[in-house]
Each structure stands twice: as C-alpha cells, then as structure tokens.
C-alpha cells in the first residue's frame, strides 16, 4: 500500500512563499514520475509541476514558471514544491500524485494520490 501525504499548506498573503512537502511510504517510489496537481473550487485538476524520478527533468505550468519549483529526495522519499511570489490566483489545494507513466500530464495518468493540502493566497 502506498501513501503520500502532503503538508505545509496554509494561509499566506500576496507576494509571500510556502513550501509543500509530500512524504511517500509503502513502496519505493524512486522510479515514479512525481507529480503537483491543484484543484481551486469549480474547477478541473490541474497539473502544476512534475518531475523525473531521477530529478533532472521538471515541468512547470505556464501559471507558475519562474514562481515554483519542485524538487525530490529519493533517500527521503519525500517531493518538495517551493512556491515564491504567491499570488490570489493559486488559492486551492493542492495535491502530490505519484505515476508510472512517461511524462504523465493527466490525472488518470496517475496512480497514487495524497490527500491534499489547502493554500489560500489573500490579496
């Protein structure tokens, strides 16, 4: 049984930083592409930011090039996501996913799922 699970949401005004951590547990995941998905209310799921297993192949969303960056500590089994600049827009919460997919983009691309953590940007 793998479980990940997300901390370090919260509540933070405009222009601030938060710094997500997903801790991965059951399985080694060191093979599995990592990914951030959000999710504001009323909306799709979207994917923020992914990264390779072996960590030298990122993607970002257009939404947050230049403000996040994901990072991975295999020997930690634990997912970063550093978010600079936060702005109103990227209230929801968030969620880490873990895929055997290549380059997965999709949600149905993904296998595990956290439970999700909640950021709130006030302007």
């Known amino acids: 049984q793998v479980q990940l699970v997300e901390s370090g949401g919260g509540l933070v005004q405009a222009g601030g930083s938060l710094r997500l951590s997903c801790a991965t547990s059951?399985?080694?995941?060191?093979?599995?592409?990592m990914g951030w998905f959000r999710q504001a209310p009323g909306k799709e799921r979207d994917l923020v930011a992914r990264i390779t297993w072996s960590g030298g192949s990122t993607y970002y969303a257009d939404s947050v090039k230049g403000r996040f960056t994901i990072s991975r500590d295999n020997a930690k089994n634990t997912v970063y996501l550093q978010m600079n600049s936060l702005k109103p827009e990227d209230t929801a919460v968030y969620y880490c996913?873990?895929?055997?997919?290549?380059?997965?983009?999709?949600?149905?691309?993904?296998?595990?799922w956290g439970q999700g953590t909640q950021v709130t940007v006030s302007s």
């Open positions: 996913a873990a895929s055997q997919a290549y380059y997965p983009v999709r949600v149905g691309e993904y296998n595990y």
């Open positions: 059951g399985r080694t995941l060191s093979r599995y592409y």
